[in-house]
């Protein structure tokens, strides 16, 4: 395989590789000036572009078509960390890859010599399959910062055992981002099953979660398994965990401590085996200190607590999140489009509801779309957002108003298309904005990557 001068003798090189070929993960080998000197079979298959070596190349030009390193161009850089600290450092990115940009976990280790410098970098890439950093037709989808963050953060305890509290507003997507934990966890294969904790009363709440033997109660004909046997083997999600009755509270504690459990009206204790999530869009530190809601119950549930963003937090990511809609609702009806302009008004609204609200919004403009285009007309009277508010990507500013350098780089690092897309939609020339974008430090792809 080929390799370029640096301080790792080509000897060593071809050695690595040798020994990363074995490995099913994509991987290549850096030198400390960011130039790529070799990549693994795994790494070609699968980021490779027919024809075409990536050896020589800047490794922050080819993952981001950027034309300086990843925290120059405002982004964290593992190469940075990882020499800092001499050892690895990992960090969640958007790659550009032959299908277009995708989420990828990166985790780059040093390579030391004998006095201990680093003279190298072996770096891994995995591709997330939990969430699309484009429009997608099922599964989170969203590019973002805030939204990345969370996604690192559940990327990070997935593969653990720890139970993990998801905190956020009523239809931020709990549920789904629940799934995604389920999904990329050791319990993938088993059922994800959902509690919905909300308007249950306490006697309600038990048998559906603990289940019920014959005769527990009137109507109890049957023994009946409950949701905590229906997640044997894979993940119990408790939505809304803010509702659960205080008297059940104690009951889920000794669940969750001790692994076991009685059916309503049996005698004989059963193990659990399941891995918990629960979500709230309550307050539940405040809650603990009024007594609505159980100290000790707090604790062990929330060892993992994640803060999922508001819509409103990431406007940019309207744009996607509409054509993901629009192709999940094109599956059970006729093909939709939607005109620049209700993007523009939809990114407008401080959305309350968040993203169930959006789809709900989408759903009925539907109805009114006669030839299939959801334009203005066909969008309800939406309230729109705060002056102070930003602009989402992908949308000129108001007319008559230069956009500043802060709000070009903003909405430049969050744009899912090319430099010339970008430049259409905000009325310039693609010169003059790659003028702007050059004496910001940014680079944008000049073309989109290879189907």
């Excluded at 993952?63 to 990992?90: T, V």
């Excluded at 319990?187 to 909300?198: E, I, K, L, T, Y």
């Excluded at 023994?223 to 803010?242: C, P, Y």
């Excluded at 010339?420 to 010169?431: D, F, I, P, T, Y």
Aim: glycine letters at 8%.
């Amino acid at each position: 395989m080929p390799t370029m001068t640096s301080s790792v003798p080509d000897a060593q090189v071809q050695a690595l590789v040798s020994y990363l070929d074995q490995e099913a993960q994509p991987a290549i080998v850096l030198d400390t000036d960011y130039n790529i000197l070799a990549s693994n079979t795994a790494y070609r298959r699968q980021f490779g572009l027919a024809g075409q070596s990536v050896v020589g190349q800047k490794c922050f030009r080819v993952s981001h078509h950027y034309d300086k390193p990843c925290d120059l161009a405002g982004e964290h850089c593992p190469m940075k960390k990882a020499l800092e600290k001499r050892g690895p450092d990992r960090v969640l990115h958007i790659h550009h890859t032959p299908r277009g940009p995708e989420h990828v976990n990166v985790e780059l280790r040093p390579i030391l010599d004998a006095a201990g410098n680093v003279v190298g970098y072996v770096e891994h890439l995995v591709t997330v399959r939990q969430a699309s950093a484009r429009a997608s037709s099922d599964g989170l989808v969203g590019r973002s910062p805030c939204f990345m963050q969370a996604l690192e953060a559940l990327q990070r305890v997935a593969p653990s055992r720890l139970p993990v509290l998801l905190l956020g507003e009523s239809g931020s997507g709990k549920e789904l981002f629940a799934r995604a934990v389920h999904e990329a966890s050791e319990r993938s294969r088993g059922p994800f099953v959902v509690v919905d904790c909300s308007g249950l009363s306490e006697t309600l709440f038990e048998s559906e979660l603990f289940g019920y033997e014959k005769g527990a109660f009137t109507g109890a004909a049957s023994r009946k398994h409950g949701l905590v046997e229906t997640a044997r083997g894979g993940t119990l999600f408790l939505d809304e965990i803010g509702d659960v009755p205080l008297g059940m509270q104690v009951k889920l504690l000794r669940l969750i401590e001790t692994g076991t459990f009685r059916r309503v009206g049996g005698v004989e204790t059963l193990q659990a085996d399941f891995r918990l999530v629960a979500a709230t869009h309550k307050p539940l530190r405040e809650m603990v200190a009024d007594g609505r809601f159980r100290q000790d119950l707090y604790y062990r549930i929330s060892a993992f607590p994640i803060e999922l963003p508001a819509l409103r937090e990431r406007i940019g990511d309207i744009p996607i999140l509409v054509d993901s809609f629009l192709q999940r609702m094109a599956q059970s009806s006729r093909p939709l489009r939607i005109t620049p302009q209700a993007v523009a008004r939809l990114a407008g609204h401080d959305w309350p509801g968040n993203i169930r609200e959006l789809r709900n919004v989408l759903e009925r403009a539907s109805l009114f779309a006669d030839d299939g285009i959801i334009d203005l007309p066909q969008l309800p009277a939406l309230a729109a957002v705060a002056p102070s508010a930003p602009q989402p990507a992908g949308l000129p500013a108001p007319a008559g108003r230069r956009m500043s350098d802060a709000e070009l780089a903003r909405l430049a690092r969050g744009f899912p298309g090319t430099r010339k897309e970008l430049a259409r939609q905000l009325g310039l020339s693609e010169r003059t904005l790659y003028r702007r974008l050059k004496a910001l430090g940014i680079a944008m792809p000049d073309q989109d990557a290879a189907p």
